[in-house]
């Protein structure tokens, strides 16, 4: 027992001393007590599952859920923590930004795991009923966590003092607190205070071609979509506002402010974590680097048709192990295919636990790329990509091949402590990656592919001045992906009202499918101006910027995380797999056409996975991708080392 963390009454230190002198007590010792709960899951790993199942049944809000993760993870630490000597509490009897948590006295006795179970579920079912009090899906969250605890044999009602149980609801209510003053503008629905958007609304649908409206081709432009429905499912009537530009606000968990940079702008202060720096920009020194990464884009959806005929091995033996990411942004061309799509994979020789080869697994491109954009996008009724990667921390933890050591050395762990760790870690991981990617979000404002290339393609094309159209800030022409439409063109139109605009190989886009589980869009010629993200209609893209990538920030921090706790770089076993089945996977169109199975070697090869899945679903271009990736690197190792100061 920890007496500097927990003010004990003298009857409870006294039953402590009894105990800890008497050979015959009933009481288990910590380590018994993990050897006995390693068979099941941990009262934390039921609390994680509550969460979410919260965050499935709230709004698309990546941000918001990266916070209640991280604040959920540590209040469970918290209490776990204030029961064992060799950890630290982080915010419970602690000061944290200039926030204080008092210590409180309780009475209790030296059965470390009850106790610890108790305040645990006492601190998460709090902070749930908090936190998704206004969820449109509240009623199930709430049947679920009230199950929880009924199941537990708490009592949601116990308010008594000086006990475990009002330990747990004193915790719950220091990150209730906290909260409300941690910069997220909680108070008021997580609202934007200052932000304003540069462009007005693109507005999308049928009939709409082209992006009219826009002024500014280097900003964030908002969407205006009839029957908008976000990542979760959930209708929203007006057009979304920017999600979280102000996030580099809030209070972080482990970054630095040897990190920061602030911009002013509007009477606001944009705080900046790891500044990447400008992007690319229609106009300038890297104008080319931006016309080249958004036509990209619009080249990688060719590969979505199932006329596509390339077939390629997607197992281990030929994708992943990517050594190094190129710094620069006109090095980017030498990373991405731009015609072929992948990146500078080589794969790895041999599963280095079961030495033996990995087997091929070769699949249409075009499948591949579809189920890629539709695994990662999260959505809809999904738990947003922080809480991926806790389902798939969660996984791991199940192997029966992961030997739960942290860092892979030491005592084998049991189930709770194992958990209370490595969502601690995982939590803040997650949190810092929302702050670091929105903070930067936020200030660099930057401009999404649909916009981009709607608004390129009205301009014309910027290859050949001696060619209709020409524009310097028009889409740049490629050989049978981009071209322009001539006098014999079918899209030329019944009074050649479209001889001379840019035509692209594409996705059609989903005006092609009346029945998702029938119908397939495919690819063919389209006019750019209909452009459309392999997406969604009511959706398209996340209402936010796209430098950098949320995804690829988040993936690749947690994969680094995943590899420092369980001190190896590949999943157990030496490969994760995930099962995909022939016209049952895809949600918006019929496929894939064959069965297949995503496979990864290590952590870092579903993150690296993950964010090429981006840039087939339309949603990012290069520039937001590399970006992402290597600051969830260095957010990846930061929080992993701030995590383990509390341990010991």
Not at 172 to 178: G, K, V
């Amino acid at each position: 027992m920890n007496n500097n963390l927990i003010k004990l009454s003298s009857s409870a230190l006294l039953i402590l001393a009894i105990a800890a002198c008497n050979d015959s007590s009933d009481n288990t010792t910590i380590e018994e007590q993990n050897i006995t709960e390693r068979a099941g899951h941990s009262v934390a790993r039921q609390w994680n599952e509550v969460i979410l199942h919260g965050i499935r049944n709230d709004y698309a809000r990546p941000t918001v859920h990266a916070r209640n993760l991280f604040h959920t993870s540590s209040a469970m630490f918290d209490a776990w923590a204030t029961f064992d000597e060799s950890a630290t509490p982080f915010l419970y009897n602690n000061s944290v930004a200039g926030f204080s948590c008092s210590a409180q006295t309780i009475n209790t006795d030296n059965n470390y795991l009850e106790n610890q179970e108790e305040a645990i579920s006492y601190a998460a079912y709090r902070l749930v009923e908090h936190r998704f009090r206004n969820s449109p899906g509240v009623h199930s969250i709430m049947e679920k966590a009230d199950g929880l605890m009924s199941n537990l044999g708490y009592d949601i009602n116990d308010t008594t003092e000086n006990s475990v149980a009002a330990l747990g609801n004193h915790i719950a209510d220091c990150y209730i607190q906290f909260g409300f003053q941690d910069g997220a503008n909680e108070q008021l629905g997580y609202a934007n205070t200052a932000y304003q958007p540069v462009n007005a609304p693109l507005e999308l649908g049928l009939n709409r071609p082209g992006n009219p409206n826009i002024t500014d081709l280097d900003h964030w432009q908002p969407l205006s979509i009839e029957g908008y429905i976000d990542q979760a499912g959930n209708p929203v009537d007006s057009i979304p506002e920017f999600l979280g530009p102000e996030w580099g606000q809030v209070i972080p968990f482990a970054l630095s402010e040897n990190d920061k940079t602030t911009y002013p702008r509007d009477d606001f202060d944009y705080q900046v974590y790891f500044d990447p720096g400008m992007p690319p920009t229609i106009e300038g020194d890297l104008s080319e680097e931006y016309k080249w990464g958004f036509s990209l884009v619009a080249v990688w959806s060719a590969h979505l048709g199932k006329n596509n005929d390339e077939v390629w091995d997607i197992s281990p033996n030929s994708l992943g192990n990517i050594s190094s990411y190129p710094e620069l942004f006109k090095d980017y061309p030498q990373f991405y295919n731009q015609l072929n799509g992948g990146d500078s994979s080589s794969g790895y020789k041999t599963n280095p636990v079961t030495n033996q080869p990995y087997e091929e697994q070769l699949v249409p491109r075009s499948d591949y790329a579809r189920v890629l954009a539709e695994f990662w996008a999260d959505g809809p009724e999904s738990e947003t990509p922080p809480g991926h990667w806790f389902v798939i921390l969660n996984t791991v933890s199940d192997h029966s091949l992961l030997e739960k050591r942290w860092q892979g050395e030491g005592d084998l762990l049991g189930n709770l402590e194992w958990d209370i760790k490595t969502y601690f870690a995982m939590g803040g991981t997650m949190h810092d990656s929302a702050i670091t990617a929105w903070g930067i979000k936020g200030h660099y404002d930057y401009i999404r592919p649909v916009s981009a290339i709607r608004a390129m393609a009205d301009l014309g094309q910027s290859t050949n001045e001696n060619l209709p159209s020409f524009h310097i800030n028009g889409l740049p022409l490629i050989d049978n992906y981009i071209e322009l439409v001539s006098a014999n063109d079918p899209l030329v139109g019944e009074d050649n009202e479209h001889l001379g605009k840019i035509k692209v190989l594409s996705w059609k886009g989903p005006e092609y499918i009346d029945n998702p589980d029938s119908d397939l869009a495919d690819v063919d010629w389209i006019l750019a101006e209909n452009w459309w993200p392999y997406q969604r209609p009511s959706f398209v893209t996340p209402p936010f910027a796209g430098y950098v990538s949320g995804h690829s920030t988040y993936s690749r921090a947690a994969a680094d995380l995943m590899t420092a706790m369980t001190g190896d770089s590949y999943f157990p076993g030496g490969m994760s797999e995930f099962s995909i089945k022939a016209d049952e996977f895809l949600v918006f169109e019929q496929g894939p056409s064959i069965d297949m199975t995503l496979q990864w070697a290590t952590y870092k090869d579903a993150s690296d996975q993950c964010s090429l899945s981006r840039i087939w679903g339309g949603i990012h271009p290069p520039a937001d991708d590399l970006p992402g990736r290597v600051i969830g690197a260095k957010i990846g190792k930061q929080s992993f080392e701030f995590a383990q100061s509390f341990f010991n």
